[in-house]
């Protein structure tokens, strides 16, 4: 048997949006091996149910499991919290999700405990932010709000359009009038658009739930001690459709050139 420290990581989520976490995994742990699955023939999954959520979510659990993961990364927002408290029982490999990291992080930097939360509309109408964030901090305020038209965005790649500005001003006025410090970008694709909105939320800090889970993975890993000996780990790219675009769109979240292989789940 394979030793469970040089095992890799898997990494899932709906499209090419979860390579915002593989990169800040790659970061902070550069010597794991990646096995990352965009579901690219189902994406979006941030308009979709829970039980539909929670059918693709085995799926593709099925499919890392089979590759001798040790790990999962629940990458997508929607997912995390859809259908991550499901799976979590159902497997033995540890999963670790997006939210608690995002809500761990807010809270540190935040001075005044008033913080936003934006994601899809799947994920803020869950309320699985809002819920973790006061059982965490019952005193805290909470505000949310769903910016649908975020991933059509960055998937054209109009990250400091003026159009996408005059969306997140629309999106982003009400949390700002609320006085919050501290805003969770709560899906995969935001941090790409960290600039425009840190423009129309200036002061505020901004939490990248990627950069939160790679640093609380890396803190897991090394506890349990799972952690890769390796210098340099390799990722391998899978997903659902047609590899052609997950690769074009993936050049541009890694600023660099993959290769991806096509699985029927
Ligand atoms: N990955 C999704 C999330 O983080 C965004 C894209 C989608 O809707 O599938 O919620």
């Known amino acids: 048997m394979r030793s469970l420290k040089n095992r890799p990581i898997g990494i899932f989520d709906s499209g090419v949006g979860g390579l915002t976490v593989?990169?800040?995994?790659r970061k902070y742990l550069p010597g794991e091996n990646i096995v990352y699955f965009g579901d690219t023939a189902r994406v979006p999954y941030g308009n979709k149910s829970r039980e539909t959520i929670l059918r693709f979510s085995r799926e593709i659990m099925a499919f890392l499991t089979e590759k001798g993961v040790k790990m999962v990364i629940v990458a997508c927002n929607t997912a995390s919290s859809l259908a991550l408290s499901a799976i979590k029982k159902e497997y033995t490999v540890p999963v670790i999700g997006v939210i608690e990291p995002g809500v761990k992080e807010s809270l540190k930097i935040s001075t005044n405990k008033r913080v936003g939360v934006i994601g899809?509309?799947?994920t803020v109408a869950s309320g699985a932010y809002k819920k973790k964030l006061l059982a965490e901090e019952p005193s805290c305020r909470v505000?949310?709000?769903d910016c649908?038209?975020?991933v059509p965005l960055v998937e054209n790649r109009f990250f400091n359009d003026p159009a996408t500005l005059r969306i997140a001003e629309l999106y982003l006025s009400g949390i700002r009038k609320r006085k919050v410090d501290s805003l969770i970008l709560g899906c995969t694709h935001y941090?790409?658009?960290k600039t425009?909105?840190?423009k129309v939320m200036k002061g505020v800090k901004l939490v990248d739930s990627?950069?939160?889970?790679?640093?609380?993975?890396k803190k897991a890993l090394e506890a349990e001690d799972m952690a890769s000996s390796r210098k340099r780990g390799k990722t391998a790219y899978f997903v659902s459709d047609d590899p052609g675009s997950f690769c074009r769109v993936a050049r541009i979240f890694l600023k660099q050139k993959v290769s991806a292989r096509k699985i029927i789940l």
């Open 120 to 122: 899809t509309r799947s």
């Open 196 to 198: 425009v909105i840190g």
């Open 148 to 150: 649908p038209m975020f």
């Open 22 to 25: 593989a990169r800040s995994v």
């Open 210 to 217: 990627s950069v939160a889970v790679a640093k609380y993975v």
């Open 191 to 193: 941090p790409l658009l």
């Open 143 to 145: 505000f949310s709000r």
